[in-house]
């Protein structure tokens, strides 16, 4: 079946520590983003990329870093910068390039904490 | 961005349909209205979208209102899997990125 695959489900940082959350895709989709969701609240776009080794900053993307040197894959890296790193992080894809006629398709989540 | 007005939560008994209601008074003509739901701890699921007619899809039913300042989400016959929190967003044509996400209406299904 295909869809989006993210891992690890839950992940643990220490101070002081970048880790990296995957983000994998099989739907042959060219734009893939990354939101962060806070608890009871709505979702905060931090980077997408449109087409593979170009990505453009969301509304939160400091503390972050993304690559796309790879279609299927948006890796993306929590610095020791991002002083608030708890939160439900969320991947998606769509197709690109239709603007707002096309669905974006989202992945289960990687929830991070901090130890 | 234009914004959308959902209630804030709604009940529904299981096997009954159930019509979630969105507002969005300041939509542009070329905005699409999307639906998507999310489970708990789950990522978001896209439902539905549309622009100006009504939709039908193997999920749900979608009534635009022939102002489009208002829609109506229709899930014709709940059951508990449908117990979600149910997003409904405006999307502009010409716009590739984010999706904004509100509240939502978290949508309870009895048995």
């Known amino acids: 079946d295909g869809g989006i695959t993210q891992s690890p489900k839950y992940l643990f940082r220490k101070e002081g520590q970048n880790v990296t959350l995957s983000c994998e895709q099989n739907?042959?989709?060219?734009?893939m983003y990354w939101y962060r969701q806070d608890p009871g609240q709505g979702l905060r776009l931090i980077y997408y990329?449109?087409?593979?080794?170009?990505?453009q900053k969301g509304d939160i993307a400091e503390g972050y870093s993304v690559s796309r040197e790879k279609k299927e894959s948006f890796p993306l890296t929590v610095t020791s910068a991002q002083k608030n790193p708890t939160a439900f992080y969320l991947c998606?894809?769509?197709?690109?390039?239709?603007?707002?006629?096309?669905?974006?398709?989202f992945g289960d989540g990687t929830r991070l904490s901090i130890l | 961005d234009a914004k959308t007005t959902q209630p804030n939560s709604m009940e529904s008994n299981e096997e009954e349909p159930v019509h979630l209601p969105c507002n969005h008074s300041?939509?542009?003509?070329?905005?699409?209205i999307h639906w998507y739901r999310q489970l708990p701890s789950q990522g978001p699921e896209y439902v539905i979208h549309?622009?100006?007619s009504n939709v039908n899809n193997r999920m749900a039913s979608l009534a635009i209102a022939e102002d489009r300042k208002s829609s109506t989400l229709i899930l014709h016959r709940a059951t508990l899997r449908d117990a979600a929190v149910y997003y409904c967003?405006?999307?502009?044509?010409?716009?590739?990125?984010?999706?904004?996400f509100g509240k939502g209406t978290r949508l309870h299904i009895l048995p």
């Open positions: 300041t939509i542009s003509g070329t905005d699409y």
């Open positions: 967003i405006l999307r502009p044509m010409n716009r590739d990125d984010k999706i904004i």
């Open positions: 998606a894809s769509s197709i690109g390039g239709r603007g707002g006629n096309q669905p974006q398709h």
């Open positions: 990329s449109q087409i593979v080794n170009d990505f």
């Open positions: 739907l042959n989709h060219d734009a």
């Open positions: 549309g622009l100006t």
